[in-house]
Nanobody, 116 residues
Framework: QVQLVESGGGLVQPGGSLRLSCAAS????????MGWYRQAPGKERELVAS???????NYADSVKGRFTISRDNGEKTLVLQMNSLKPEDTAVYYC??????????WGQGTQVTVSS
């Protein structure tokens, strides 16, 4: 079992920055891939960025050059640094983990609103 707790969402003006964090606990040793997904109203959940155990990162085209994913604190914390935010980045952001046993875990979600 892996437990995920997200923090860092909020309201920001266009062009601003936010930093999302996801604290993982439990069977951390089993984590294979960590990632951030988002879901806007009326839309399907989509992958924003991911990082695997080898440190290889993957980004959605819409966020490349603006968002940076990383793992800190002995790889227990997943961070998403979001810069140059746009109104279309508004969504609920979810932390996701896939383990070596093919299990998937989700955080509770954190709201990000980009608006003037």
């Amino acid at each position: 079992q892996v437990q995920l707790v997200e923090s860092g969402g909020g309201l920001v003006q266009p062009g601003g920055s936010l930093r999302l964090s996801c604290a993982a606990s439990g069977s951390i040793f089993s984590i294979s891939v960590m990632g951030w997904y988002r879901q806007a109203p009326g839309k399907e959940r989509e992958l924003v960025a991911s990082i695997n155990s080898a440190g290889i990162k993957n980004y959605a085209d819409s966020v490349k050059g603006r968002f940076t994913i990383s793992r800190d604190n002995g790889e227990k914390t997943l961070v998403l640094q979001m810069n140059s935010l746009k109104p279309e980045d508004t969504a609920v952001y979810y932390c996701n983990v896939i383990t070596v046993f093919r299990s998937t875990y989700w955080g509770q979600g954190t709201q990000v609103t980009v608006s003037s």
